[in-house]
Structure formats: C-alpha cells, structure tokens
C-alpha cells in the first residue's frame, strides 16, 4: 500500500507561485507514475501533470506548472507559475505503478492523496 499526503497549498493572488508537495509512505515510489489533478467546485476532476520515465501537462498549464520528483525523498512536487483565478481548485496527486503517464489522464489510478486546496485571488 502507497499512502500519499499532499501539501503546500494556500491562498494566492493571481500572477503568484505554490509549490505543493505529495509525500509518499509505504512503499517507494520511485518507478511508479505521479500526477496531479484537480477538481473546482461544481466541475469533473481534471489531470494536471505527470511524471513518470515522461512528463506530461494538460494544455491550460503548459509553461505554467512544473512537475518533479525527489526519489530520496519519496516525494512528488507541483511547482505553479504565474497563478490565474480559473487555477482555483482541490489539488490531489495520484500514483500507480502499472499506468503509464500518456494514461493516466484517464484511468483508474491506485493511489490517492486528500487532496489540497489552492485558492487564487484576482
């Protein structure tokens, strides 16, 4: 079993920078696939970045969002640029060692954080 425990999120104004963290525990993590989603209210759970032998970034933050892994720490980041208000969300990171990144936007995915809020003002 893989627990995840993200943080790192806050309220931010717009044009600002989060990085969240997803510390992983239980098992490494190191040759699993990472990724962040997100959901705003009233909106579907959507897939944000991943990381695994590849990155992958869902168009609305390409050149925004930057996702890393530190394996001696079993710990996955979401480094966030230039924050917009439409960035408002739950941020959840999300790991599984038999989905490949190009994937996992849209499998079902094994492992989950409870997620983290992030908040930006315009």
């Known amino acids: 079993q893989v627990q995840l425990v993200e943080s790192g999120g806050g309220l931010v104004q717009a044009g600002g920078s989060l990085r969240l963290s997803c510390a992983a525990s239980?098992?490494?993590?190191?040759?699993?696939?990472v990724g962040w989603f997100r959901q705003a209210p009233g909106k579907e759970r959507e897939f944000v970045a991943g990381?695994?032998?590849?990155?992958s970034y869902a168009d609305s933050v390409k050149g925004r969002f930057t996702i890393s892994r530190d394996n001696a720490k079993n710990t996955a980041y979401l480094r966030m640029n230039s924050l917009k208000p439409e960035d408002t969300a739950v941020y959840y990171c999300?790991?599984?060692?038999?989905?490949?990144?190009?994937?996992?936007?849209?499998?079902?995915?094994?492992?989950w954080g409870q997620g983290t809020q992030v908040t930006v003002s315009s």
């Open positions: 999300a790991a599984d060692d038999r989905v490949g990144v190009a994937n996992m936007p849209k499998a079902p995915l094994a492992y």
């Open positions: 990381s695994g032998g590849t990155t």
């Open positions: 239980g098992r490494t993590i190191r040759y699993y696939s």
